[in-house]
């Protein structure tokens, strides 16, 4: 099974930019479609943005579109999420995950989670 591990969260201001990485191991990436998705407090986890395991096809969900950009290097086992003019309301719990399909984008389609990892952006 392929275990994620999810770096680059923080604190940052409104405007701001992180980029967040995905480490993989044990299996590579290159077998999953690949996904970050984001917790709230008192919200549903929503798929923020994914990429199909051939790469040719991306999703965001519209809040992010033109702001955040989901990328795969398969030759470092590494999925990243590169998030620009952030926003208070991005502010959630991020989460990497993997998926058995060639394409995914519902949280019961993903089968592997990362821990997570904090973004907070002050206003």
């Known amino acids: 099974q392929v275990q994620l591990v999810e770096s680059g969260g923080g604190l940052v201001q409104a405007g701001g930019s992180l980029r967040l990485s995905c480490a993989a191991s044990?299996?590579?990436?290159?077998?999953?479609?690949m996904g970050w998705f984001r917790q709230a407090p008192g919200k549903e986890r929503e798929c923020v943005a994914a990429?199909?395991?051939?790469?040719?096809?991306?999703y965001y969900t519209n809040s992010v579109k033109g702001r955040f950009t989901i990328s795969r290097d398969n030759a470092k086992n590494t999925v990243y999420l590169q998030m620009n003019s952030l926003k208070p309301e991005d502010t959630a719990v991020y989460y990497c995950a993997a998926a058995n399909y060639m394409e995914a984008t519902r949280p019961d389609e993903y089968g592997y989670w990362g821990q997570g990892t904090q973004v907070t952006v002050s206003s």
């Open positions: 990429v199909s395991r051939s790469t040719s096809k991306t």
């Open positions: 044990r299996r590579t990436i290159s077998s999953y479609a």
